[in-house]
């Protein structure tokens, strides 16, 4: 079992900036591919972005390609999304999950991720 713990989240005006962490629970973290999930209002679940064990690979959804990066420290067993130039269609409660399979975690497949957290909600103001 992995227990994964969001923060970071709150309100921000449009093109400001947040940046999200994510805390797991255990020091197998490393073991996990990684990936931020987020649930717009009235929406689906969607992929925003994933990150490889090691870091060394990165994926993300086009909504989000060259405003967001993920990154991993997995000496602090946590996981980061950086996110700029912010939109209100970000507005959306971010989740962290682990899991992955090694030949298609970069699909994000929510199905291949066992690990999620709670949530954090962000809200962008237009």
């Known amino acids: 079992q992995v227990q994964l713990v969001e923060s970071g989240g709150g309100l921000v005006q449009a093109g400001g900036s947040l940046r999200l962490s994510c805390a797991a629970s255990?020091?197998?973290?490393?073991?996990?591919?990684m990936a931020w999930f987020r649930r717009p209002p009235g929406k689906e679940r969607e992929s925003v972005a994933a990150?490889?064990?090691?870091?060394?690979?990165?994926t993300y959804a086009d909504s989000v390609k060259g405003r967001f990066t993920i990154s991993r420290d997995n000496a602090k067993n946590t996981l980061y999304l950086q996110m700029n130039s912010l939109k209100p269609e970000d507005t959306a409660v971010y989740y962290c999950?682990?899991?992955?399979?090694?030949?298609?975690?970069?699909?994000?497949?929510?199905?291949?991720?066992?690990?999620w957290g709670q949530g954090t909600q962000v809200t962008v103001s237009s």
């Open positions: 255990r020091r197998t973290f490393a073991s996990y591919a």
């Open positions: 990150i490889s064990w090691s870091g060394g690979g990165t």
């Open positions: 999950a682990a899991g992955g399979a090694v030949a298609t975690w970069a699909l994000m497949r929510e199905y291949e991720y066992d690990y």
